[in-house]
């Protein structure tokens, strides 16, 4: 049903996609036009904190574009993707009841959708992040909020291209406080933080648990701990001089955010970007993925889809007849990736493998030089993706999701050791 | 008092616009609006025609598509999602019933025709049907292995074209990509009849494997002659 709406609706999406392709953006020209109202009541030496940008900000936003970065975030400066394209807003009209279905079927959606309502928006991105470190994130994208259940995907970049796209999406770069993070005291940061009760949003793997009160989140509070992310890449995410600037006033710096506004002194901020960023970090290492062995049961194609494939595979890689027209990005193209004509619709059409780079088709079950067969492998390398270990030559799924438990995957292997049993 | 032309006009127009203004909600009709909505009953009936196919009732699967569209051998469908899946299920049917459709029962034979494959020319006949439809399915749609194995099986079955089918199963199985138990099945009775005995019992091995029940590799019933 949710298929045969998104085909009525196509030729409206469409005319939508190219309107809001050749739009410029409301909410990212007003925010322009707050950076610059900003930015001129800053003393101009203190925009030298500005990194001169690498990258062809040019470029950059075509290729935004090609990478349908709008399709899950905001603040790209190309509009909202439409609805059959969009990551979320499908799940938002599900949970808010807007989505035209039965209440029966909105009903059975909801519990599905509940954890993946949303991206962080990327407005103001060069008001608060180093340009270097986004670069590095594009490459090698890792969980950045615990609490969020998507993650930012692995796509098909090389360095120039996360270079030029950086370039882009850091563009809008001001600074606010001339005040360092060094100035501050991280005892006193420490104290702060546990008072304003961070830790009800934010974890922040490495240091001592927090304490602490509620905090006066606006509204959704589940939704606002989502976004935020787990301060320990903050040091690196962060300028330090962005960082006392955005704890003063988050909003200033980022108008859709959802952090509170603590009315921090620029001391108190200074205090507490001190802490986040200079106290010292006790990670435990990151446990390595376990591959469990094979079952020794039967394990049938009904189990395997049921318990892996329609969950997690299905909504990217679907046949594309029965989905409007569109097979997910992993079927029919999206995200920069060719189309790869993959469906996880049946027991044939598993088996009816891929498009290779020629566009031939391969299967998906191929072995790869340690033996491993293609799906498989795909599934081991989410788990190094997950750790920033990107592997070469095999891109790890699901993606821009977290990785497969042992046991799913040790459901898959066994699966096709058996030799993919209907 | 007489009234002018153009005032009857005016009237008349004046009523209509307020009938139409004061419709505008559904409650004017009396409750709620609801559009008369007619479900093609074929929608549900293929469906369960596929599922039938899928568990390896096939004489059940190809009863349900000739009750419901008698004259699909005639439509020859191309852009009609609905009966080309219907025009699928028949065909590999057929194939796997070697031509015969034992609906003897069910369809009244003034329907059933020549698919209920008394004779080996109407055998011939329907499995040469099958091999069509497949093809136009296949030439539809060129780059998808699952329809590639169905038309593989089919040509198996249809006398002459073995050397057909084992190209276009031998080409398949090379890539790991036949899509059901039932094209190794076919890629192992042709192997054998190629003297290919190690071939047949690999190709074998994987309709095992593949299939949800051993009964899908038996070999099939010979043919009436």
Same mark, same amino acid.
């Given at each position: 049903m949710v298929a045969r709406h998104w085909l009525r609706c196509l030729p409206l999406l469409l005319m939508a996609v190219v309107v809001g392709a050749?739009?410029?953006?409301?909410?990212?020209?007003?925010?322009? %036009?707050? $950076? #610059? +109202?900003?930015?001129?009541?800053?003393?101009?030496?203190?925009?030298?904190?500005?990194?001169?940008? +690498?990258?062809?900000?040019?470029r950059g936003r075509e290729l935004v574009g090609r990478f349908e970065c709008n399709?899950?975030?905001?603040? +790209?400066? $190309?509009?909202s993707a439409p609805l059959a394209k969009n990551c979320f807003s499908c799940h938002e009209q599900i949970i808010t009841g807007k989505f035209p279905v039965s209440a029966a079927a909105l009903a059975r959606f909801r519990p599905h959708v509940m954890s993946a309502r949303e991206a962080?928006?990327?407005?103001? $991105?060069?008001?608060?992040?180093e340009e270097r470190w986004v670069v590095e994130y594009l490459l090698a994208p890792r969980d950045l909020r615990p609490k969020l259940t998507s993650t930012m995907p692995r796509l098909a970049l090389d360095r120039a291209q996360a270079t030029d796209i950086a370039a882009y999406l850091t563009a809008d770069g001001v600074t606010r406080s001339a005040l360092s993070a060094t100035s501050g005291n991280p005892s006193r940061g420490r104290e702060l933080m546990d008072q304003k009760g961070c830790a009800l949003c934010h974890s922040f793997s490495g240091v001592p648990p927090f304490t602490g009160s509620e905090v006066p989140v606006e509204s959704e509070p589940a939704r606002a701990a989502a976004l935020a992310p787990d301060l320990r890449f903050t040091r690196d995410r962060f300028r330090a001089e962005r960082l006392v600037a955005f704890l003063s006033n988050p909003k200033a710096i980022k108008p859709d955010t959802r952090m509170p506004n603590f009315d921090l002194t620029d001391s108190e901020a200074a205090d507490i970007a001190a802490y986040i960023r200079d106290t010292p970090l006790s990670l435990e290492p990151e446990a390595p993925f376990v591959r469990l062995p094979l079952l +020794?049961?039967? #394990?049938?194609?009904?189990?395997? %889809?049921?318990r892996v494939f329609s969950r997690t595979c299905h909504h990217c890689h679907t046949d594309a007849q029965s989905a409007g027209g569109d097979g997910g990005p992993g079927n029919t193209g999206g995200f920069g990736f060719a189309p790869r004509g993959i469906s996880f619709s049946s027991h044939a059409s598993v088996l009816a493998g891929y498009l290779d780079e020629k566009g031939e088709r391969r299967s998906l079950f191929e072995l790869l030089p340690d033996g491993t067969p293609r799906l498989v492998a795909a599934l081991f390398a989410r788990h190094d993706e997950a750790r920033s270990l990107p592997r070469t030559g095999v891109r790890g799924m699901p993606l821009g999701l977290p990785p497969l438990s042992a046991e799913e995957i040790q459901l898959i292997e066994s699966w096709v050791a058996q030799g993919k049993p209907l | 008092m007489t009234i002018s032309k153009r005032g009857i006009q005016m009237v008349a127009v004046s009523m209509s616009v307020v009938?139409?203004?004061?419709?505008?909600s559904s409650l004017a009709c009396g409750g709620d609006w609801y559009p008369e909505v007619q479900i093609d009953p074929r929608i549900r009936g293929v469906a369960e025609a596929e599922n039938a196919l899928a568990k390896g009732n096939y004489v059940a699967a190809a009863g349900s598509v000739v009750r419901m569209i008698p004259h699909i051998e005639r439509l020859r469908p191309k852009t009609d999602p609905l009966l080309i899946r219907a025009e699928r299920v028949l065909a590999v049917a057929i194939a796997r019933e070697n031509g015969r459709l034992a609906l003897e029962r069910e369809v009244p034979a003034e329907v059933l025709g020549h698919w209920l494959g008394n004779s080996k020319v109407d055998q011939d006949k329907n499995l040469a049907w099958s091999v069509g439809a497949l093809r136009r399915e296949v030439w539809a749609h060129k780059d998808d292995p699952g329809l590639m194995t169905d038309l593989g099986e089919a040509l198996s079955k249809l006398e002459g074209s073995q050397d057909e089918a084992r190209t276009v199963l031998e080409s398949l199985a090379a890539r790991d990509l036949i899509g059901s138990a039932q094209g190794y099945k076919a890629l192992a009775e042709l192997r054998q009849l190629k003297g290919d005995e190690a071939g047949q019992k690999l190709a074998m091995k994987r309709c095992e494997s593949l299939a949800s029940t051993s009964k899908i590799c038996e070999s099939s019933a010979p043919r009436a002659s």
């Open positions: 050749c739009a410029p953006s409301g909410s990212r020209r007003a925010h322009e %036009n707050r $950076l #610059v +109202t900003a930015a001129s009541v800053v003393p101009s030496a203190q925009k030298e904190f500005a990194p001169a940008p +690498t990258g062809d900000a040019v399709r899950c975030h905001e603040g +790209t400066g $190309l509009g962080p928006s990327l407005i103001a $991105l060069g008001a608060r992040l +020794t049961r039967r #394990v049938s194609f009904e189990e395997a %889809n049921r | 009938s139409l203004l004061t419709a505008g």
